[in-house]
């Protein structure tokens, strides 16, 4: 019932275990489970510390009531328990990789990396706890150590084919250095129907390109794309609907009570691979702002005030919370990872649905959003193999009509909140790295500091697509992408032209 997402059910078939078996942990656990996904994260929390009460030596209670924790906003409860457990986990590779899992969803990287490399030791011909430090040494900056074990990966498990696409992600390929002869190979010896055909073809679209090959490229990136949205129950025009809903809900400027007046979050938003996490970088190098990353704190402290998980009940339920007490609860999740910096940044992408609640809930926090010409943008999507979250970015009518109702959207942000909101272009910010960046600086309202240009000897861990990009100066061969494909993208374009989008 977890499994199909019946949490009704399996409430009350984890309530009725619970009285067959009151002296087990693992009922109060699966019921804990099911209110993870009614939105009732409170119970989540109350339940896995009653697990603890009856078992305090319960490894998966242990886990869960850090996971509840985090759900919470009690990051430092979390990382307590995860503290714990870590130190008590020498020989035990695999609770090391739960342990490391739930560190890199607070964006404790270097924790993470420190666990699944104790992992790997202990097991060094493990091509799964490879394949996961291969991925922290990507979010720490170590990208060469990241691509040699991603090959060992591959030397170990042939069929670990998101190794094979990470691996090309990684590094430039050249005619003297790719791995295309032995993509294809894989790929004609797949059966049909094969799930690596998806990663295998996203990898030989992003070495085709590097080649300048972008006929082929395009080829292989369809493929890619149409055999990962046949494999998905998705239909884009939910979505539409309730982008739509949100601009009918949040019509007027503000809402009748003031939200938090306490200051510190800066928001950057956007779509993903808009830019993003380039500004993210730029900011984050001022001496008094430090990084939060990607972070679902604002969107997990409104479905807990708003005690619903389903996306229209909880828009309808958004409008009746207070906005101080969503402002000030959200600050308080945030604080409680521990912060060594004056202000910090919240680069969660799709914070562009909450731009409304944000303003009523933190008023004095500013808000960047970032634009990149509208085909870039969906090409941006269209070829990236995200691992969670966008499924409207596998097909490209999908694209056009997420991208229209986005559109809609913040455009009508902009009409509401014009101080509040202030638009980046990622072009404008590739011509005039020093302008746009101190605009974007002034904006934050700090004072202007040099190092602010030089984010790319920021040290701190990426966890996104950009995190090889970032690690190196503005460069310009992202500009005016879609040229490349501008014959294959038509669909696409004539879908943007008639809905009015400039391009």
């Known amino acids: 019932m977890l499994g199909q997402r019946r949490a009704d059910e399996a409430a009350t078939a984890a309530q009725a275990l619970a009285g067959l078996r009151p002296e087990s942990a693992e009922p109060l656990l699966l019921l804990g489970r099911a209110r993870q996904q009614q939105g009732r994260f409170d119970d989540m929390l109350a339940l896995a510390r009653k697990a603890l009460a009856t078992d305090p030596a319960h490894r998966g209670a242990q886990l869960q009531f850090a996971e509840a924790s985090i759900f919470c906003g009690q990051h430092h409860v979390a990382l307590q328990q995860l503290e714990q457990l870590e130190s008590a986990a020498a020989n035990d590779p695999l609770l090391l990789q739960h342990i490391a899992e739930y560190y890199a969803h607070m964006g404790k990287h270097e924790q993470a990396h420190r666990c699944y490399l104790r992992a790997a030791e202990k097991e060094p011909d493990s091509p799964r706890f490879l394949y996961n430090l291969a991925s922290s040494q990507v979010a720490i900056g170590e990208l060469s150590a990241a691509e040699a074990t991603f090959t060992r990966v591959i030397e170990l498990n042939p069929d670990d084919y998101d190794a094979w696409q990470n691996r090309s992600n990684l590094a430039r390929q ?40 972008f006929a082929r490229s ?51 938003m956007g779509l993903p691979r808009s830019g993003t996490t380039l500004v993210d970088r730029i900011v984050s190098s001022h001496s008094r702002v430090e990084s939060m990353g990607e972070i679902n704190d604002f969107a997990l402290t409104l479905t807990r005030l708003g ?38 940044i919240d680069k969660t992408p799709a914070n562009y649905l909450y731009v409304g609640l944000l303003q009523r809930a933190l008023p004095k926090a500013p808000m960047i959003h970032l634009t990149r010409h509208p085909i870039d943008s969906c090409l941006a999507m269209y070829r990236t193999l995200f691992r969670m979250g966008y499924p409207f970015s596998y097909d490209l009518n999908d694209l056009a009509d997420y991208y229209i109702a986005y559109h809609g959207l913040i455009e009508h942000w902009r009409q509401l909140y014009p101080d509040t909101l202030l638009d980046v272009s990622y072009e404008e910010l590739v011509d005039d790295q020093l302008g746009v960046s101190q605009r974007i600086i002034e904006h934050c309202g700090l004072q202007w500091e040099p190092a602010c240009l030089e984010f790319d000897s920021n040290a701190a861990p990426v966890a996104t697509a950009s995190a090889a990009q970032v690690r190196k100066p503005i460069y310009r061969d992202a500009l005016a992408r879609w040229r490349n494909y501008e014959t294959e993208l038509q669909p696409l374009i004539q879908r943007l032209e008639a809905a009015g989008i400039a391009l």
């Open 218 to 268: 395009f080829e292989f990136l369809r493929r890619g794309a149409n055999s990962r949205r046949q494999r998905m129950a998705y239909d884009v025009g939910n979505d539409v609907a309730i982008l739509k809903r949100i601009a009918e809900l949040f019509a007027e400027p503000q809402g009748p009570q003031p939200g938090s007046q306490r200051s510190g979050p800066i928001f950057i």
């Open 174 to 213: 050249t005619s003297t250095e790719n791995h295309i002869d032995e993509l294809i190979d894989r790929l004609e010896n797949l059966r049909p129907g094969a799930a690596g055909e998806v990663p295998l073809c996203y990898a030989l679209a992003k070495e085709y390109e590097d080649l300048g090959e």
């Open 307 to 344: 005690k619903a998980s389903d996306k229209n009940k909880l828009l309808q339920a958004s409008l009746a919370i207070d906005p101080k007490m969503l402002g000030d609860t959200y600050i308080e999740s945030v604080t409680s990872y521990g912060l060594g910096a004056d202000f910090f």
